[in-house]
């Protein structure tokens, strides 16, 4: 037990980064990413609910149009 401990590695320290600007460059960017993915997310959100409610609309005027033909066929073959 006493060997693996012995080569185990030490903990790093936190350091302080070499380059503030660069650090500063790095969490610019980073939360610029972060702002980009959170608005795209948005898009794509808005986008599927158009989709969707499209696709509802689309796929109830076919039922109401199927009913009203059926029901027109109905009344023509019993003479209703």
Known sequence: MAQAKANARPAPEDDA?????????????FHRARRRARLERQRRTRR??????????????LCVFVS?????????????
Not at 48 to 61: G, P
């Open 17 to 29: 980064p070499a380059d503030p600007a660069a650090a500063i460059d790095h969490a610019y960017r």
């Open 68 to 80: 009203l033909t059926v029901w027109n066929q109905i009344q023509r073959l019993f003479g209703l």
């Open 48 to 61: 599927a609910q158009l989709r969707f409610y499209v696709t509802l609309c689309a796929l109830v005027f």
